[in-house]
């Protein structure tokens, strides 16, 4: 009886372990039907999937995953509904490594690789932005570097003289996400800021974007996404309008191996003209960015002349390229098909559990990666297919073997073409870059070791807490951890010293406790105006009138992390007032002061708030 019962028990927990890979296998086979749908821009049935996976799943952080891919297919569709059909007039596909060499309006040399001044340390490449732009002549720089997260951000920095280039700052928090931020390009009129996110609204992989200087603030405005079908569920890289208005490029890798980029250039449009997708087959077509077909010219009457050999010529030249385009995916399928049996091979053949998950994310990839391709190749074919269709109307006959021998040519449009040359990368030289200056924290703090730090001429009222006068130096053990201590040599050759820097009195008298019970029973308060010793009625007396002259100061009362880099750079960017670190009942608080005038402190607390930094107060200093 016993052994039936363990026989059953032990039955119950293989069926269960069944039932578990079961549902783990039929999961990752919806997971990867769902991709390939969205990667398709069927967007309605991927969130169909999506949601019914959603339904049934109970892991919290397959949940997290299952939600992230809903929101990016949401974006797609609602990017369907809003959505542009560029003129593409040419493409060239290269290797992925050195791709943007190719935008042959871009001046020789002026791509600078990483490492350099700007970019310093990489602690996790990138395998996409190796490096930044920096044509000769530039004033004002926006890259990406590397975090301390190992996310690329968006830096800004301004060229203060010939050589010397300012300490690079974050350039803004709207545009910043938590992801990579990546191939920032300046317009020539520098008032539009191109970039490609991973992190920020779009529908999968690196989407383009545009960020607009906004004058009434100072700064970038939010980053708008390109939308469809700039943007893909690939990643789309480095959009750029050419100097002479005639064209737009960007590159992408949706149609083309993973080794490789496809740089598309554009017919420039001033407003294009937005309107919903009507059909999922309109999506596919538009996203596949075939070049234009040139128009077929009539079959002329007995007393007109036959068409001249150029139109001809130009019309073999579009049918040759929309060919040559077929063959380069047809190639790129093979090689994934050849890169999908190997990785199989590999999957079988090993049992290291970190190597089956890596070859699972590649297998899932590759695999939707095929399909896209499938899918490119059948819209190729059936532009080729009507192409042809249009010929035997026109009673043109095309000589394959012809076509085969001759050099495949970009189609020459009404308008200038664009040509591809590869451009020379930039040999590395110095960059002089400013040392930033460091800032003292003066909050008042208990450290392991004191810190004594240079007075100040604090403006308007202030306190402090004197510890002792003493004959002799004092040693920082004696100073039990207190930060900021002042030390002051007096007329009698004794050393005065203080502890802190307090702007009201209610903020000081809370901190008188905590120094006495450190070892300084004898502890005081001493009070300051501009820097001059009063007595403490008086400072008392001061906070509540306001004196002439009045200065004025902005207290951030929100940052109790610290100051973001985008917020520091805005301050900096508009003053070079010192910014105080304090605590006030416990509330770290930053204070950026003096001001002469309210209006002056009002102006930089009103871009601050521009920018939605909250917790802004302007007052005047007592």
């Keep these: 009886m016993r052994c039936r019962c363990i026989d059953k028990a032990f039955f119950l927990i293989l069926t269960l372990f069944a039932a578990t890979c079961i549902m783990g296998q039929d999961y990752s086979v919806e997971i990867r039907r769902a991709q390939a749908l969205h990667d398709t821009y069927d967007f309605d049935k991927a969130l169909e999937i999506w949601h019914s996976l959603l339904e049934r799943n109970s892991d919290s952080l397959q949940r997290i995953d299952l939600l992230e891919r809903i929101l990016r297919s949401e974006n797609g569709r609602n990017m369907l509904s809003y959505a542009t059909e560029p003129k593409v007039l040419s493409s060239i596909t290269v290797p992925l490594s050195d791709f943007f060499l190719w935008y042959s309006h871009m001046e020789e040399e002026s791509w600078l690789p990483i490492p350099n001044a700007f970019v310093p340390d990489v602690t996790f490449p990138n395998d996409y932005y190796t490096s930044i732009y920096f044509p000769e002549g530039i004033r004002n720089i926006v890259f990406s570097s590397q975090d301390e997260s190992g996310s690329w951000n968006l830096y800004t920095s301004t060229c203060l003289g010939d050589t010397l280039w300012s300490y690079p700052t974050l350039i803004n928090e709207n545009l910043t996400s938590p992801e990579d931020d990546i191939f920032p390009i300046l317009s020539r009129n520098g008032r539009e800021l191109y970039f490609s996110s991973q992190g920020l609204f779009g529908m999968g992989g690196y989407d383009l974007f545009v960020s607009r200087w906004d004058d009434e603030i100072n700064d970038w405005g939010i980053p708008e996404n390109l939308g469809f079908p700039y943007s893909s569920p690939f990643d789309d890289f480095l959009f750029c309008n050419t100097p002479d208005g005639n064209f737009s490029l960007f590159a992408s890798n949706r149609s083309c191996h993973k080794d490789s980029m496809t740089i598309y250039v554009l017919e420039f449009e001033n407003k294009p003209i937005k309107k919903p997708i009507a059909s999922l087959e309109q999506a596919r077509r538009i996203a596949a960015l075939i070049p234009v077909e040139m128009d077929l010219p009539s079959v002329p009457k007995q007393s007109e002349e036959p068409p001249v050999a150029s139109a001809a010529d130009s019309l073999f030249s579009n049918y040759t390229t929309l060919l040559s385009t077929l063959r380069g995916l047809q190639d790129s399928l ?289």
């Design 334 to 622: 093979v090689t994934l098909g050849k890169d999908l049996e190997m990785m199989r091979e590999l999957y079988t053949s090993t049992e290291n559990e970190q190597e089956i998950q890596t070859l699972s994310r590649l297998l899932l990839e590759t695999e939707h990666r095929a399909i896209v391709l499938q899918s490119e190749i059948n819209n190729t074919t059936g532009a080729l297919q009507q192409m042809e269709m249009n010929f035997l109307m026109e009673g043109i006959i095309i000589n394959l073997e012809d076509i085969s021998e001759k050099p495949q040519e970009t189609p020459s449009f009404a308008s200038e073409q664009y040509t591809f040359t590869k451009q020379r990368v930039s040999k590395p030289f110095d960059i002089p870059i400013e040392i930033p200056k460091e800032t003292f924290d003066y909050s008042f703090r208990i450290l392991d070791t004191a810190v004594i730090a240079e007075p100040v001429n604090t403006p308007g009222i202030s306190y402090s807490i004197q510890l002792y006068v003493v004959s002799h130096k004092a040693q920082l053990r004696q100073l039990k951890g207190l930060s900021p201590v002042f030390e002051r040599r007096q007329t009698s050759g004794k050393y005065l010293y203080t502890a802190g820097i307090f702007y009201s009195y209610k903020e000081a008298l809370s901190q008188i406790n905590v120094v006495k019970k450190r070892g300084f029973p004898s502890a005081f308060l001493v009070a300051y105006r501009d820097g001059k010793s009063i007595s403490v009625n008086e400072a008392r007396k001061a906070e509540k009138l306001p004196a002439a002259g009045t200065k004025y100061r902005i207290i951030l009362e929100n940052f109790s992390d610290g100051i973001p880099d985008a917020v520091m750079a805005i301050i900096r960017n508009n003053t070079s007032k010192e910014i105080v670190r304090s605590i006030s009942d416990g509330k770290v608080l930053y204070i950026i002061a003096p001001f002469d005038e309210r209006e002056e402190a009002e102006a930089l607390a009103g871009i601050l708030k521009g920018n939605g930094v909250e917790g802004i107060i302007t007052e005047p200093i007592k």
